[in-house]
């Protein structure tokens, strides 16, 4: 299994953006589909999350201003940014819970992060 993100890029403050995380293999069953960020000199946090079959979960610094979504039938997530803040420079990293065909349990997969500047 595989996640690919793509859709980062350079953008000035107040833009948007739309990253993108396709999930490929045997896949049997994904679960949560989640976005993490990591800034320079900073840990890792989550930004959005969204489970199979349930509303959407925000950072308390993105809400209103990102749509995390999902379509199951291409093994995607999508992370749309908009009114980007310099602050959300950071390198994005897709997430997922797979059930891999032929498995019973779900494991932790990470996309290879996308690097999204704001500029002021």
């Known amino acids: 299994v595989q996640l690919q993100a793509s859709g980062g890029g350079l953008v000035q403050a107040g833009g948007s953006l739309r990253l993108s995380c396709a999930a490929s293999?045997?896949?049997?069953?994904?679960?949560?589909m989640n976005w993490y960020r990591q800034a320079p000199g900073k840990q890792r946090e989550l930004v959005a999350t969204i489970p199979s079959g349930d509303t959407a979960n925000y950072a308390d610094s993105v809400k209103g201003r990102f749509t995390i979504a999902r379509d199951n039938a291409k093994n995607t997530v999508y992370l749309q940014m908009n009114s980007l803040k310099p602050e959300d420079t950071a390198v994005y990293y897709c997430n997922a819970g797979v059930i891999a065909t032929g498995r019973w349990y779900s494991k932790d997969y990470w996309g290879q992060g996308t690097l999204v500047t704001v500029s002021s």
């Open positions: 293999g045997s896949i049997s069953r994904i679960n949560d």
